[in-house]
């Protein structure tokens, strides 16, 4: 079998690696019109960091895994052919700020319809609203009516900096496609790709509607229980609860389980935003506004709490941080991954300059450029940014600390040095609840944290 996936990103690259590393016998050729992305891919610093990706990619790549730009040559040699490619929440037009911007998956079908002469399954892997397969199909049927092209949805349920994890061990491979004879042989194709190493009993198939509707109400599922904790965390503050016991005690009932009951600073990445505003979208369109309110409301909770973060800066620092050096510890959206979308990061720092503060910012696996674009900023404001090498280079004189992401080694810190270094009273804040803030506070810090301090 010969298979390819449309989009080098984070789904496309690592899911093909594994498919390539796990089926041997199977040729996997990811393609993109990105020819330095898929340089990177060819090299040995890859354009995304994951744990466990650069080993499963050396060991594959030339063997059974292709990185090109030859997009056509592959979509016409392929039999099975993922389409992974972004689906933004729309900037123009109808759907603005809520609506998946679909002009990329449509671009896809266009091309494949173009390309191929004989009969392909198409799988979409992007995160896309449901009936988005109508869509292809027409496109499809549309353009080259005599060939049976079959569509099939196999959403990922990735989590980013345990994506190989995930994709070795998944909680469940979820499958769907049509009912009709040709859509049933799709449906197993695929199949028979994961069955080489998932246990069939965690490969579900079903419809092709509830396959895309499923990847959307995972996502607001998980963003709303992070949203709930921090609602919680706030009233934990003011009553002198601690929100990390609260969570602990609820964590125990089996009905609710301990799993996203971790208070922050908010949520980020790509997904969670993005597919709650298109959840709440379609709800409007299928003319279910209080459905559309409910889910709106796990979108407010989570600004809320980024803002409170700020304000509980400005309070400590006696409402102005003008001019004063804020060290930044941080600015992936989570550990073990070099992903900015969306990371609460770039909102609270955007804020702080606001405020005229001064930012020193580490992150071990972020870059410069990465931050600057992140952050798209006047060239003033860039200027009172500091950009580190290490944590404590970035603590280094300065007021306050922030800790925005849960990389493991900011628990190995040596706080004790790092307090002497700076400007008292030394402010830390946990946004992650990383710290053992208890300790921190007995070196002399005026320590706080989100639902802790």
Not at 127 to 138: D, K
Not at 395 to 406: K, N, P, R, Y
Request: overall charge negative; proline content about 4%; hydrophobic content about 40%.
């Amino acid at each position: 079998m010969k298979i390819c996936c449309i989009g080098a990103g984070y789904v496309g690259g690592p899911t093909m690696a594994m498919i390539a590393s796990k089926c041997p016998h199977i040729q996997v050729a990811v393609v993109d019109i990105n020819q330095e992305r898929i340089d990177a891919w060819n090299s040995d610093t890859l354009p995304i960091y994951e744990p466990g990706l650069h080993e499963i990619v050396q060991g594959a790549r030339g063997e059974n895994l292709y990185f090109s730009t030859e997009v056509d040559r592959y979509i016409q040699e392929s039999e099975v052919i993922f389409i992974s490619v972004n689906t933004p929440t729309k900037e123009y037009g109808s759907g603005l700020g809520q609506a998946a911007d679909l002009r990329f998956v449509e671009a896809c079908a266009r091309k494949i319809a173009e390309i191929s002469t004989t009969p392909k399954i198409i799988v979409e892997k992007s995160t896309v609203p449901v009936r988005t397969a109508e869509m292809v199909q027409t496109i499809l049927k549309s353009t080259s009516p005599e060939t049976p092209h079959q569509v099939v949805s196999n959403p990922e349920f990735l989590a980013e900096g345990t994506a190989i994890t995930d994709l070795l061990d998944p909680d469940r491979v979820l499958i769907g496609g049509e009912t009709t004879v040709g859509g049933k042989k799709a449906v197993e194709k695929v199949v028979e790709i994961y069955s080489n190493w998932v246990a069939k009993d965690r490969i579900i198939t079903t419809n092709l509607w509830s396959s895309e509707l499923s990847k959307l109400t995972a996502n607001a599922f998980l963003a709303q229980r992070i949203s709930s904790i921090n609602a919680i965390s706030a009233l934990c503050e003011e009553t002198g609860a601690h929100v990390d016991e609260v969570a602990r005690a609820i964590g125990t009932d089996s009905r609710i389980g301990p799993k996203f009951l971790k208070s922050s600073v908010g949520f980020g990445g790509s997904c969670f935003q993005k597919d709650i505003l298109n959840l709440c979208y379609l709800c409007r369109y299928f003319r279910l506004p209080e459905v559309a309110e409910y889910w709106e409301q796990v979108i407010h909770m989570n600004e809320y709490q980024k803002e409170r973060f700020v304000r509980r800066i400005l309070e400590a620092m006696f409402n102005t941080v003008s001019g004063k050096k804020i060290a930044i510890l941080g600015f992936a959206f989570k550990k073990d991954t070099n992903d900015t979308r969306e990371s609460p990061a770039i909102a609270i720092c955007r804020r702080l300059l606001e405020e005229k503060a001064t930012l020193a910012i580490y992150d071990p696996k972020v870059s410069k450029q990465a931050i600057i674009n992140s952050l798209n900023l006047p060239d003033e404001q860039i200027d009172s940014i500091q950009f580190c090498e290490s944590a404590m280079e970035a603590c280094d004189q300065s007021h306050c600390i922030a800790v925005l992401t849960e990389w493991d080694e900011f628990r190995e810190i040596n706080f004790e040095s790092v307090y002497q270094s700076m400007i008292k009273p030394a402010i830390l804040f946990d946004g992650r609840n990383l710290l053992d803030l208890e300790k921190i506070k007995a070196i002399g810090f005026n320590a706080k944290g989100i639902g802790v301090g």
